[in-house]
């Protein structure tokens, strides 16, 4: 047992993952000697070897492509993109590609592959390198979209995300990987990738989220219980396929939700979750659904991005017209 | 036979040189054995001194453009969907096929059924596959084989994949990829070649240059003079074959797989065809080229040269060619016969293979397909 | 005035804007000699010259690259990708790029730029021949998402889509291209960007649609008509930016919604309008906002087709179950 | 001086040929003026003669070294974002902005401040864009220059399209596109290359190959003996050059740009350089290598080397350099005080260039952004 941080507890899964399959490889631009920009594959290089940890020339597209042929092959290529900034170059392959291959060979062949990729903003960083495209990922058929709030289930998700059969869009938040600090066992348990995790449980409010955007609504939840005010917190962690049971139970309870991302508003997962609240869930809703995402602009360069990124102030405010609501 | 010789050893600390100093050189080479009308303009590989393998390429062709010929047939009459002939080109497809071991792993593009049927995809498999049916790609034979790929040039990085696979678990395997002469302009295309240069894959390379992409020529496709040069700015090997004779193609295709499986690393062959029919049975060719365009090139016909050469060796008479007519088109009705009576599949299969277990909401979304009311 | 369908409607606006705007270029694969593969550009060449319609290599991102390049230099690229199934390796450009350029370089450089694909199924088209996309690109800051659904809006939409200083995707209905004939006066009007369309005004209840799906929504329309109800259809027409106003009217007035669209439900842009309502149209609503869609699965081929795109059945279903909600 | 020589037009209706035949010929050649020491080893080019072009590429590389190590620090005491240094790299920047003329346009990646300041990118707005202020991309000077690209290799599509621009509009103009050797292994630059060969445009690729992509090594990247035979699979010309000799770089650049101009086409150069800095401040280079990869480097250090080169000349004596620097640092430092001076923009600005005009319910997010309720 030790205290590490997300990103250890990545290195942590991707070691453990190694260890007991020897057809799970690490691939991707500098995870080899240099272990990840992030260090998220550091050491895996001198433990497993270079037949396990490969770098590849700077090629996400081939990258996305490679990784299904190794896996319709059997192994099960974990393909770190550096930053989802330059994910998109590999789209092509997780759509047309990826996610249909078991499919369109009607199950003669199939893609165990995770493609890995640090997400969205407050860290700083240069031009396009705090983007939150999970949405895009979430409306493609055939893939499974995860995203990390925590070390353990940091650790949990990406066991199972390896595990799984199909390929899997990795998505983990930038801004936490060096946040807390939690004890985590290396037992090998996965988490379950089509549960959600109700953070905080309450009675008043549901607040709905994801990924980073869980510290600012915890505290917004902390600040609420200060007031009285007691919000279920529930992190969606795997966004496709999604765990409506879950969030409409809490919405059922509490007839009040505010849906929290990082991600632009427009076309955000959010949508997608406050959509089949307003079906199914309509009947307990005592209060309009809202979200508090993103503006519909491109990420601010450093100097404005905390302008762009949801506020536990901007949380609040929401929570507040939706508990005011009569 | 290298393609790429590397005259210096470029110094970084470098001494004084004098200029201007050649540091690479390249060149590109073509090779054929019959020429246009069956002749042998060279001594030809063992494979062809006898008559078992020549017989059996001038039969894979003949099936291939029998299947081109029925399958546009079908969909004339409205029983299949679009579909792209590769008649004329059956020499690149068969000659890729003959190279190829049955452990080996083909990735096509969508003009090389010739290659397909070869390892064993089945006539109904094909059938289905263009009458729209995804058991189509559900090959029983060889179970490894790439499906179709319709994005043009997206199973190049798969290739790459493939043939790595096989080189990290030390099997004397090869991966072969074909696609067009469209295809060398994409990106990916250019990403895979060179990451099999990068990890000297197993891996073969066969440009089907028909010179056209749907209406777009090659010469307006890239200034490249050659196609297979495009080998050289992945630092692999390049060459280019007559793509319309079958021994031509089988035997370069034969010598870079064989390099492949000895460790030898990659190779682009270029194959120098021409696309005798319409891009795909939606297309109409005359809208960008004139039959005076084409018609120089049905001299060039692969099947035509090779019975040439068959018949003038004494190895081929009237009666086999009648003999192989009747068994293939009796083989193509009988294929085309199951397909039609094939029923399409149930629709909640449109479910089940989307994950190998269904997830909660789509087990709910087949349940409302199947008519049942949703949860 | 004549009588003409959406793909001619389509050469018509580009001839148009070719006329009035030297600035205007047509370029992508198989635009010039051969005028489109479903003729859009048809006789483009001969009237404008190899200068104004440029046949492309066959590199989709590219082309969307150089469009950036040639926008930025003040010419109005109107780039053709064949099919969606192919527009994926354009997705870096039109995210990292196009979307962007104004705001990076606080308005010096900009992109003017459409690019137009066939979109949908429904044609017995072969493998990624049938995709519906919108919403990956609704998703993205900067760009703006339009989709006729008639030769008339065809016409009148890309003109604006060409005269637009910002980076549009025009995303045309295949199944549409042909389908239906319609009298078009060439008067080089514009319609707007910022617009829903009422196609059918009612009272009881409110159908949201765009580009092929208007078919078979207008279908239930009338047979609901024959019932006695009144169903208002309301054609998106421009996903991004949405009117959201015309649709919140609508369903103030009737109370009930309905959301159609052929692309997959989760994620697609169905759920940004439900998500809308849920929030802003809550108080009006009086029975859950119900969403038809294309399955979470990927696209069958020809043979499974029927049973993958929505029918007028399965939208009489749900607007049934909408409309005997108490 | 042709780097892709064609040996035969490929007959398709072809005439017996003796084999095997090379149809394709190409060399790649290297070129530099000065050794490490600054010793000339040819004939200088004609603006090398005189004091006058050569002191201004000095003055070039010495403040891009400046504004290098001013960014540094900035960015090691927390008032600048991630940087990445261009040290021992200058030569290559600075030739390429000395090789160009003010209309034409340039797309740097993001190592070539030395080209973008010699091109009229004020100091200001790179401390600017570096200290993470969108400002910094809003040239005074240079108001067609492209911004610094970030995803890897993304801009040299733009190149294409701007370079067209200019073909179709009949104007002499070139667009030179800088990036870095790992961009070499992306699809979107094959195919810009590619495309820049099939319409001829007058567009300059440089390759500034610094041997690194963050970790990987050269030999990683690409199997290929040279980065300028990437031009071969495109047709078009490549070359090498010295890329720590500024000289060559300036002469190679001029000779491509004239060439572009006058209608000759696109050139791929690959300018050899080595990267004696970290990748970023974000990077630790010894993780990957070590000190003695990289001493040797020093030696080539293409400032030391044109200095010596005009002390030799007698063109550059102690007093000049001592006023130079003075000059440079007065420069940065009131540079680096106004950046820091500048506050941010207003965070409406978050908003206002997203479109021209902004939508109805962009505005409505601006509302509440400033603290309004939501309509
Ligand atoms: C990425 C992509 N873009 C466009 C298309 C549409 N399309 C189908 S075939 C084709 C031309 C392909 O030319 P080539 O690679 O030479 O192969 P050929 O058809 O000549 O066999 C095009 C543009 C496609 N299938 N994939
Ligand atoms: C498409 C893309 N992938 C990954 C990155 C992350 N990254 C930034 S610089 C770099 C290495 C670039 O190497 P090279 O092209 O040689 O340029 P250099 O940094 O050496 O100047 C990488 C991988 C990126 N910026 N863009
Ligand atoms: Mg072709
Ligand atoms: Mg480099």
Redesign the pocket.
Known sequence: MSEINLVQAVNLALARAMAEDGAVLVLGEDVAAEGGVFRATDGLLQRFGPDRVLDTPLAENAIAGLSVGLAAQGFRPVAEIQFTGFIYPAI?QLVNHASRLRNRTRGRLSCPMVVRSPSGGGIRAIEHHSESPEAMFAHIPGLRVVIPSSPARAYGLLLAAIRDPDPVVFLEPTRLYRAAREEIEDDGAALPLDRCFVLREGTDITLVTWGAMTRETLGAADTLAAEGVSAEVIDVATLKPLDTDSILESVAKTGRCVIIHEAPLTGGFGAEIAARIAQRGLVSLLAPVERVAGWDTVMPLPRLEQHYLPSEARILEAARRVLAYQ | MPSAEKIVELPLLAEAVHEPDVVARFEIRYSRFLDPKGNALRPLPDFAAGPAELVALYRGMVLARAFDAKAIALQRTGRLGTF?S?LG?EAVAVGIAGAMRKEDVFLP???EHGAQLWRGVSLVELFLFWGGDERGSDFAGPREDFPIC?????HAPHAVGVALAFKLRREARVAVCA????????GDVAEALNMAGVWQLPLVFVI???????S?P?AQ?TAAATLAQKAVAAGIEGEQVDGNDVIAVREAVGRAVAKARAGGGPTLIEALTY?LSD??TADDARRYRSDADVSPHWAEDPITRLRNHLVGRGIWAKADEERLLAEVSAAIDKAADTYLATPPQGAETIFDFTYETLPKDLAEQRRAASGAEPE
């Open positions: 092509d | 792209p590769a080109q593009s969508f003009r319709v994005p043009v040039g997206t696609f067009g002469d469209g295809a060398t302009s994409k089907n240059n028909n010179h056209w992409a749907i777009v090659l496709q696309r891009h795909t």
